[in-house]
């Protein structure tokens, strides 16, 4: 029973927090997402190779679902106990942000544990829906146009995944039967499946999810919400929401990972990557920096889905340090721009700000280059694409670093700043240094995710 | 009997095509919102004709819903949407009429060529379904790209919407309850966020010109 306890410790806090006072909200919203961090961490470490189900199969809980569960609420827990101190909200506001944050928490899990293809098309709408009025939370002229951009074009690409989603029903439903709809059924009958309508399918499906992962045509959306968004609410979706869809890519790849449809995701890998990076050189905004960043990012991980073998296993990892160390560089800047109209940096947010720059940009201890090094492998054989991924991943490697010593070994400020200013990057920081340090049981959990779907 | 229920369902499939046009090309936004509802009764028409041919009860549970919110609710919210921010008349589009006009028709003729290859069974059971969800789907799209003004682009991707149904209503009617009304939820709470994001945009930025918003490039 525990995903669904992970679902609604969330939703539960969303309700009441409606009722509370200024700071119980506060309070309430970071222990529903610690109860949902203890919950999900249980699920990781008891997860098998064989997925268990629930409900009759609706719900589900596998070593993808579980990984990106974890990540999810650990990464909100974390922006849900920095936002006291970067917020300063009136009250009408205050309430929005926190109903909405764990609504949107709650939606974001519901796609890992969601084994039915049409609602996780559902849920993945949901979590545009709800987090629409975060990014727009100010409600000034350039919030409300980055809204605008961001759930317009989200409802459309998603209409294309739901256009997809009902090609791969139909298959089904003639070649399974009603049980079609469950993706654990698809994956052990994908073989049954009539070929064409299911790469058909699966191109909807990963053309229409890749718009809300920030893939290159129809990236956007995400410079401006990252920017426009409160710093906590941007460490979200660029931590976790990109990876909810991620995880959506991967789970329709998985039913036809070869031919045209991996050259497909490779292509549009390489292009988001290149063109990251590319975009990273121009940023004078952190944050939007940071968004193309994430586009490079997302790239990759497409470039190592689309490569396939070990490939797969290194793209669900690079995406988990992604998000660790993506939040982190979101927050840590988040504690440099406060301290800045203060007068200076002190030191102690310098450092977890080039900590998770330099980490974000694949430096050895951190998990993110051992997935980098793992996906390079992987690809290595086809010279032009090893060419351009290593070139992508330089020139956002030198990007990151050069602006983490530009912006945070400026003018120094002696005084001690917040504790949660800097140790809640290292802490994420931290976590993907260990990952990268000791791989071996996320590793092995991804593993026997790919071995247990087949 | 069967046969008159297949040619009533081509015919009032054929109209939709014809309501589509009138909804991208109507500048008027009231007239296109009609114009629009007339293609949502049509949509639920539709809905009990499958009801009716294929025996599946729930089918007329989608009838009602869709009744009830794209007949009634999504209109009418939109009709209080141009008079809430005061326009009437959408911005002038990018493409000129005749251009406008021609790019449908190619949209039209290349998908009814192309379709009936890609479902041949659903082609059989619902004639012309597919290929007319397919062009209230990408002219939807065309619309989306083609025009400036916002509430016109919520109406589009209604239109959008709607193709998808009709495509989920011919090829997947047996599917379970629960995803027809998870679908529906997101797609009228999609609808009433966008035209409440436009009524913001028309009251702090003042315009519903899309292509005006440029505070954020780069």
């Given at each position: 029973m525990i995903p669904i306890l992970i679902l609604l410790s969330p939703l539960a806090g969303s309700l009441i927090s409606l009722v509370l006072g200024r700071r119980p909200r506060e309070i309430c919203c970071i222990l529903s997402s610690f109860i949902s961090l203890v919950l999900s961490t249980t699920a990781l470490i008891s997860v098998r190779a064989e997925p268990e189900s629930f409900l009759s199969g609706e719900v589900i809980l596998d070593g993808l679902g579980a990984l990106v569960a974890f990540l999810i609420s650990l990464i909100v827990f974390l922006a849900s106990v920095y936002s006291p101190y970067y917020m300063n909200l009136d009250e009408k506001k205050h309430r929005t942000y926190y109903f909405l944050l764990q609504l949107f928490d709650f939606t974001m899990l519901s796609v890992c544990i969601s084994n039915n293809i049409f609602l996780i098309w559902v849920f993945v709408e949901a979590t545009t829906l709800s987090s629409v009025f975060l990014v727009a939370l100010r409600g000034d002229p350039t919030s409300l146009e980055a809204g605008w951009k961001y759930v317009l074009l989200c409802t459309v690409g998603l209409s294309i995944a739901l256009f997809g989603t009902v090609m791969l029903y139909v298959n089904a439903l003639e070649k399974i039967g009603e049980s079609g709809i469950l993706w654990t059924e698809l994956m052990r009958n994908k073989?049954?499946?009539d070929g064409r309508v299911l790469e058909t399918a699966v191109i909807f499906l990963i053309a229409g999810y890749g718009v809300k992962a920030g893939l290159f045509p129809f990236h956007w959306w995400l410079p401006d919400a990252y920017s426009e968004a409160p710093t906590p609410v941007s460490s979200v979706l660029s931590g976790v929401l990109i990876n909810c869809s991620f995880l959506a890519i991967a789970r329709f790849y998985l039913l036809s990972p070869s031919g045209i449809v991996s050259s497909l995701l490779m292509f549009f890998g390489i292009i988001s990557a290149i063109f990251g990076s590319i975009a990273m050189i121009r940023q004078v905004n952190m944050k939007r920096l940071l968004a193309y960043s994430s586009v490079e990012n997302m790239g990759i991980a497409c470039i190592g889905l689309g490569a396939g073998g070990i490939g797969i296993m290194f793209s669900i990892f690079h995406v988990f340090n992604h998000g660790l160390l993506k939040s982190a560089a979101f927050l840590s800047w988040g504690g440099v721009e406060r301290s800045n109209k203060m007068g200076g940096v002190p030191p102690s947010v310098a450092f977890s700000l080039v900590l998770s720059f330099i980490l974000l940009g694949?430096?050895?201890?951190?998990?993110i280059f051992l997935s980098e090094l793992g996906i390079l492998t992987s690809v290595v054989r086809d010279v032009s694409v090893a060419v351009l991924y290593l070139i992508s991943t330089f020139v956002s490697f030198s990007v990151l670093s050069y602006s983490a010593m530009e912006k945070g070994l400026g003018k120094m400020l002696a005084e001690k700043s917040s504790f949660s200013a800097w140790i809640i990057p290292v802490i994420s920081s931290t976590i993907s240094i260990a990952a990268g340090l000791y791989p071996i049981p996320i590793l092995h959990i991804i593993e026997e995710f790919l071995g247990g779907v087949g | 009997m069967n046969v008159d229920l297949a040619f009533l369902f081509r015919f009032l499939s054929s109209i939709m095509v014809i309501t589509s046009v009138a909804i991208i090309e109507l500048r008027d936004l009231r007239r296109s919102a009609y114009a629009y509802m007339l293609q949502s009764a049509i949509l639920s028409a539709d809905f009990s004709l499958i009801a009716m041919m294929t025996?599946?009860?729930?089918m007329y549970l989608w009838t009602v819903s869709s009744l009830v919110?794209?007949?009634?609710?999504v209109p009418k919210v939109l009709i209080w949407a141009t008079e809430k921010t005061g326009e009437r008349i959408e911005v002038?589009?990018?493409?000129p009429l005749t251009v406008s006009f021609g790019f449908e028709g190619a949209i039209i003729i290349s998908l009814f060529l192309v379709a009936p290859f890609v479902f041949p069974s659903a082609e059989s059971r619902f004639p012309s379904s597919i290929p007319i969800s397919l062009v209230l789907f990408m002219i939807g799209i065309f619309g989306m790209l083609s025009r400036k003004c916002a509430l016109k682009q919520v109406l589009c991707l209604c239109h959008m919407e709607n193709g998808v149904h009709l495509f989920l209503a011919s090829l997947a009617y047996r599917s379970p309850m629960t995803v027809e009304i998870g679908i529906l939820t997101d797609a009228i709470a999609a609808v009433v966020i966008l035209l409440y994001m436009a009524i913001q945009l028309k009251r702090v930025v003042g315009t519903l010109d899309t292509f005006k918003l440029s505070l954020l490039r780069w």
């Open positions: 073989s049954v499946l694949g430096c050895p201890p951190a998990g | 025996s599946e009860w729930h919110t794209k007949v009634l609710l002038k589009p990018v493409l």
